[in-house]
C-alpha cells in the first residue's frame, strides 16, 4: 500500500510553496514522523515528515511554485525494514553527499556571511545543520580553534564570470577572497524574503507614510531593571527586558489614541475605518531567512512575565522556523527594536494593513537636561523613538500625542501600574 506525501497548506490564501530539497534519499526506509524535507511559503517555513513507515518514493525535485496539496513523494507501507536497509541517518549523510557535490559549501546565508567576516574556508568544515549545512555556530566553533586549524586558502576567482557562475564560486563559499577581486554571483530570493520585499514596496506605494521622532530618559526603566531583575526571573523563569516595558506603554497610548489601533479596510468609495477594542501588538523577530512579526494577542490583559515569556518563545521558535502562519498575522499595532544591531535612528516602515508602527533604538548617554535639577546638563542614557504612521488615518497631532503619551511612560514607569 502507497501513502501519498501531499503538500500541506501553511495558511489561508497561501497556494504555492518552495521545496528547499530531500534531507533523505530516494529508497530510503524511514520510519513515521521522519524528517523528510523543509517547505518555505511566503510567510513561513514548516516541516515535511513520513506520514508513516516504509520504503520513500521521491516523484517531485525541490524547487519553486509547488501547488499546495500536490503529491511530491509516496511510501510503500507494504515494504518491510530489510536488515541491509539504509537507515534515515545513512540516507541523510548520502543526501548531504550528493548535495555537496554540487554545493560544497552547503551553509547558511548567516554562516557565510560570518566566514567572510572571519576567513574561515567553509570546505574545511563539517556542518550541524539538516544535510551537513553549516550554521553560523559552525564557523564561530572554527574560529575559537588555534590558528592552525583554520587557516584559509586563497582560491582563484574569474575576473569576470558569467550571471550564471557556479554556486561553489569562492564568493558563495565565503571563502577570503584576494584583493582585487571583481567576482560577483546570483543567489535566488527566497520566497519570504520576496513577499517582505512586495509588503514593503506595497506599504510604501499605498499609505501616505510619515514619521515623528521623539526621545525617551531611559533612568528609571534601567533602575527598575536592575534592582528587580533577578527577583523577577527567579519567580516568573523569564528575564525582564525593555521590551514588555514599551509593549506596556504602547497598549496605554493606543487605549488613548484608538485611530493608532486601527486601520483601512476596503478601497475608494467603500473605505472604512477598522477599529479595535483589543491590542494585538506585533514584535519584530529577525532570522536567518528575514524578518517576522509574530503576534502577542491581547496584550491589554498581559503581565510583564506573560510578555517576556512570549516574546522569548516566539524568538527560540523564530529562528527554529517552528512559528505557525496563524501566530504572524493580525496584529493591530508592531514594535520593531532596532537598537538590538546598535540602530541610532531609523524611519520604521508600516506593516500592512496596520497604520502605525514604533521603532525602538539604542540606548546612548547624551547631555541633557536634568530632570531633577533643571538648568544644569547631566549626562543620561536617551533611547530616540520614531513612530511611523498612515497619516491618511491618524493626524500629525495624534501621532504626536501617542508618541509623547510612551516617553511619558517609559520616563516614569510606576504610571504602567495604573
Same mark, same amino acid.
Given at each position: 500500500m502507497a501513502v501519498d506525501i501531499t503538500i500541506p497548506s501553511p495558511g489561508e490564501s497561501i497556494t504555492e510553496v518552495s521545496l528547499s530539497g530531500w534531507l533523505l534519499a530516494d529508497g530510503?526506509? !524511514?520510519? &513515521? *514522523? $521522519?524528517? =523528510? @524535507?523543509?517547505?518555505?511559503?511566503?510567510? +513561513?517555513?514548516? %516541516?515535511?515528515?513520513?506520514?508513516?513507515?516504509g520504503m520513500l518514493k521521491i516523484s517531485t525535485a525541490k524547487g519553486d511554485a509547488i501547488k499546495v496539496g500536490a503529491v511530491v513523494a509516496s511510501i510503500d507501507t507494504s515494504t518491510a525494514k530489510?536488515?541491509?536497509?539504509?537507515?534515515?541517518?545513512?540516507?541523510?549523510?548520502?543526501?548531504a553527499a550528493a548535495t555537496t557535490a554540487s554545493d560544497p559549501f552547503r551553509a547558511s546565508s548567516v554562516?557565510?556571511?560570518?566566514?567572510?567576516?572571519?576567513?574561515?574556508?567553509?570546505?574545511?568544515?563539517?556542518?550541524?545543520?539538516?544535510?551537513?549545512? !553549516?550554521? &553560523? *555556530? $559552525?564557523? =564561530? @566553533?572554527?574560529?575559537?580553534?588555534?590558528? +592552525?586549524?583554520? %587557516?584559509?586558502?586563497p582560491v582563484s576567482v574569474?575576473?569576470?564570470?558569467?550571471?550564471?557562475?557556479?554556486?561553489?564560486?569562492?564568493?558563495?563559499?565565503?571563502?577570503?577572497?584576494?584583493?582585487?577581486?571583481?567576482?560577483?554571483?546570483r543567489e535566488k530570493m527566497t520566497r519570504l524574503r520576496q513577499k517582505i520585499a512586495e509588503r514593503l514596496v506595497h506599504a510604501q506605494h499605498s499609505a501616505a507614510m510619515l514619521t515623528t521622532f521623539n526621545e525617551c530618559d531611559m533612568t528609571e526603566v534601567m533602575r527598575l531593571r536592575s534592582e528587580h531583575k533577578d527577583a523577577f526571573e527567579k519567580q516568573h523563569g523569564v528575564g525582564l527586558?525593555?521590551?514588555?516595558?514599551?509593549?506596556?506603554?504602547?497598549?496605554?497610548?493606543?487605549?488613548?489614541?484608538?485611530?493608532?489601533?486601527?486601520?483601512?479596510?476596503?478601497?475608494?468609495?467603500?473605505?472604512?475605518?477598522?477599529?479595535?477594542?483589543?491590542?494585538?501588538?506585533?514584535?519584530?523577530?529577525?532570522?536567518?531567512?528575514?524578518?517576522?512579526?509574530?503576534?502577542?494577542?491581547?496584550?491589554?490583559g498581559q503581565s510583564f512575565a506573560g510578555i517576556e515569556g512570549a516574546i522569548k518563545d516566539f524568538a527560540t521558535r523564530a529562528k527554529a522556523n517552528k512559528l505557525g502562519v496563524d501566530e504572524m498575522t493580525g496584529g493591530t499595532f508592531t514594535i520593531s527594536n532596532g537598537g538590538v544591531y546598535g540602530s541610532l535612528m531609523s524611519t520604521p516602515i508600516l506593516n500592512p494593513p496596520q497604520s502605525a508602527i514604533l521603532g525602538m533604538h539604542t540606548i546612548k548617554?547624551?547631555?541633557?537636561?536634568?530632570?531633577?535639577n533643571p538648568g544644569q546638563v547631566a549626562l543620561r542614557p536617551m533611547m530616540y523613538l520614531a513612530l511611523?504612521?498612515?497619516?491618511?488615518?491618524?493626524?500629525?497631532a495624534e501621532a504626536v500625542g501617542f508618541l509623547v503619551h510612551i516617553k511619558d511612560m517609559i520616563e516614569k514607569p510606576e504610571r504602567l501600574l495604573f
Open positions: 530510503t526506509y !524511514v520510519e &513515521k *514522523d $521522519d524528517l =523528510l @524535507a523543509e517547505i518555505e511559503s511566503d510567510k +513561513a517555513t514548516l %516541516e515535511l515528515r513520513a506520514p508513516a513507515a530489510p536488515a541491509t536497509a539504509p537507515t534515515a541517518s545513512a540516507a541523510a549523510t548520502h543526501a554562516a557565510k556571511k560570518v566566514a567572510a567576516e572571519k576567513g574561515v574556508d567553509l570546505a574545511h568544515l563539517a556542518g550541524s545543520g539538516p544535510s551537513g549545512r !553549516v550554521m &553560523k *555556530d $559552525d564557523v =564561530l @566553533a572554527a574560529t575559537s580553534k588555534p590558528a +592552525a586549524s583554520t %587557516e584559509t586558502k574569474t575576473a569576470s564570470p558569467s550571471p550564471a557562475s557556479s554556486p561553489a564560486s569562492s564568493l558563495a563559499s565565503g571563502a577570503a577572497i584576494p584583493a582585487g577581486s571583481r567576482g560577483s554571483r527586558g525593555f521590551m514588555s516595558f514599551f509593549v506596556k506603554a504602547a497598549v496605554s497610548g493606543l487605549r488613548k489614541y484608538p485611530r493608532v489601533n486601527a486601520y483601512i479596510v476596503g478601497q475608494g468609495s467603500e473605505m472604512e475605518v477598522e477599529f479595535h477594542d483589543y491590542c494585538d501588538i506585533a514584535v519584530a523577530v529577525g532570522t536567518e531567512k528575514g524578518l517576522v512579526v509574530p503576534v502577542l494577542r491581547n496584550c491589554e548617554k547624551r547631555a541633557v537636561e536634568d530632570p531633577k511611523s504612521y498612515d497619516h491618511r488615518i491618524i493626524d500629525g
